[in-house]
């Protein structure tokens, strides 16, 4: 029985698409190699390959190269360098070129003045003078490198999809005539002279090319964030000493150190010490974690306060954060619904068009008039139907989304985001820096003067909230815990005064303690949870029994303070709701949208949130990993509806690249804003419901202009065919409709 062969998966960058079709043409040449499974990802003009362990890389790379397009390794993963500075430097030779091409020939008051000179500097130097008009000739030569050089990349792109004809055929063979019959109108003083229709459609090209290849200039950065936090070195303790090798050398069983503000190397066991590790970055958890001897640690987590001993479980490739970067990796190579309406009517417009200008050649041509007189109408044909309205449509109002996006902090990525955001019928929230600010507040605090009169008289004066905050915060600032750096910075927003702990120690689980001067006298201050508090107390007071029980209740971090053994305070800790939170999951459903909360917190702090914003509870999924939320997003998809993703950390990055439609926090990681098709500077919560609104008024728009393009040319085409329509002035009307198109789009807000 024949051994099915092994398929490793390679990444290239691919170098050359412009539009649908030629996407296509490279996957379709991949996926007829023996073996070889290819999906191509136009937005991050990435080929993620599945080809045989023995297939030489340099054989895919000539496959594409075969198809017409440039292909070469993407190396480890890293982010997509698309072709920015190509772009640029077209962009930049097109502007120079076109723009003097087409100021001299759209003002006719200059025409004379600029013959006179060109003439006598040609006199000068005992030049023959030109044919008819000299400045047509300097149109010409002003024109040549835009329509022969700049625009090359697009007359390659159309020689490669006769087939399949796309709108750079038409801007192939409209631009190349213009300039053609250019250069015979002035060479005989027969027909007009219209270069400047081919410099300008070039340019307009040009320019909404590179504003799409900028949009779509970070969208394959995704991953290179993910990479930056995975550690280089590693403290590898052996014969109880410490040795720094690098992280390719730890093996599983290694055990190794992790110092106080450190990150986790690798997954691993906890063998010695006691800390607090933050996992936020990886699990969406806001609460620190304590952890002691056997506790599970996740590499790449945040160790706080305590030095830790860890011993490897997972390295390389089977640690969490590996995990996670091969499931935005996955994520990203499915293939991305862009499909562009101008491509879809070019499909059919092109054909019709080329069709329809040698039928008017041979019908007028046939019809007994002269050869100069058919060529003319032909080619008021194509340029008539030249579609810079269409090439306009989508880049144009692009610009003017993200120019008013930009004024209210909403950062657009991608076209395919307009036409997605008009489905949206589902959005999933993350919690942690999402629906919460992402930081950890004092949510409730509660004093009690009257438990404090257990303590006697000689305390009688000191029991008071100033007093009282004091000792905290001389205890908690000495303490690097969150919820203890929330206590201080609490404290003194009260008022505390700064007072001095000695003999000062934390117990990681459990809480701090200190001596602190108060004055006349110095108690032994003890601030920790409450079951750790309750084992050194006296018996909690009834106000103080009620505070710790409504803060539990509402899923906070609860913390105690004691002054000799007597509970005297009560502060809930926990991640504040945003302002606009429960206004924003209103007005989704208004509109129709159910929203959905996806959180790493636990089942209680899930709840509470999701009562408080108004989420029902059969939407709420907590405890959940970045792989749940990616199957939650995965699941809401397959049933058939439009998901739009909001999240702002790692954790949510698969789920961010997976989603229908994504965005994330412009306060959140590089990784999931890199991940996301929007991006939201503003911290608050709004900003979802106008960047739906944006995408979808853009998206109409664009609609708009594709609709004006088309009644354009349908109406224009038939009388250029008949002869009515001068080519002069059919430059003039794609004037037009291109104007129609850009004043159109200036109406988004």
Known sequence: MATEAILEPTTLAIEGMTCSSCVNAVEKALNNMDGVRATINFATETAHVMAPADMDIKELIKTVEKAGYKASLLQDAQAVTLHSKKSARALFFAFIFAVPAVSISMVMSWHHHIDMWLINQLDSFGIARPLYSATAWLVIALSAPVVLFVAWPIHRAALRNLKHPTMDNLISMGSIAAFTWSIYANSTGEGDVYTEVAAGVIFFVILGRFLETRAKARAGAALSSLLALGSKEV???????????????????????????????????????????DNSMLTGESKPVDVGPGSQVIGASVNHNGRLIVRATRVGSDTELARITAMVISAQGTKAPI??????????????????SIATFAAWYYSGYSLTQSISVAITVLVIACPCALGLATPVALLVASGRGAQRGIVLREPRVLEVARNVDTVVFDKTGTLTEGVMNVQNATISAAAGSVLGASFASLVNETTILSSANAIESANSHPVALAISRYALAGGAKNVVATDFSVTPGSGAAGRVNLGSQSPVVLIGSPAAVEHSCTEFHPEIKAAVTAGQSAG??????????????????????????????????????TPWLVTG????????????????????????????????????????????????????????TAA???????????????????????????SVISALKLSQKTLKIIRLNMGWALIYNVIGLPIAALGYLQPIYAAGAMALSSLFVVTNSLRIK
């Open 339 to 356: 499909q562009r309406l101008a491509d879809r009517i070019s499909a059919v417009f092109v054909p019709i068009v080329t069709v329809l």
């Open 556 to 593: 906070l971090t609860v913390a105690v303070l004691a002054w000799d053994g007597v509970a005297l305070a009560v502060f809930a800790v926990g991640d504040q709701l945003k302002s606009d939170a429960a206004q924003t999951v209103s007005a989704l459903q208004s509109m129709g949208i």
């Open 235 to 277: 403290t590898i303790v052996r014969g109880g000493f410490p040795l720094i090798v690098p992280i390719e050398q730890l093996q599983i069983g290694d055990e190794f150190e992790v110092r106080p503000g450190d990150r986790v190397a690798t997954d691993g066991i906890v063998v010695s010490g006691q800390s607090a590790v």
């Open 601 to 656: 917190d636990s089942a209680e702090v899930a709840a509470s949130v999701a009562s408080t914003v108004g989420i029902d509870s059969e939407h709420v999924v907590s405890a959940a990993m970045p792989e749940t939320k990616l199957q939650i997003v995965e699941k809401l998809k397959s049933e058939g509806r439009c998901v739009l993703m909001v999240g702002d950390g790692i954790n949510d990055a698969a789920a961010l």
């Open 660 to 686: 229908d439609l994504s965005m994330a926090m412009g306060t959140g990681t590089d990784t999931a804003i890199s991940s996301a098709d929007i991006t939201l500077m503003n911290s608050g919560l709004g």
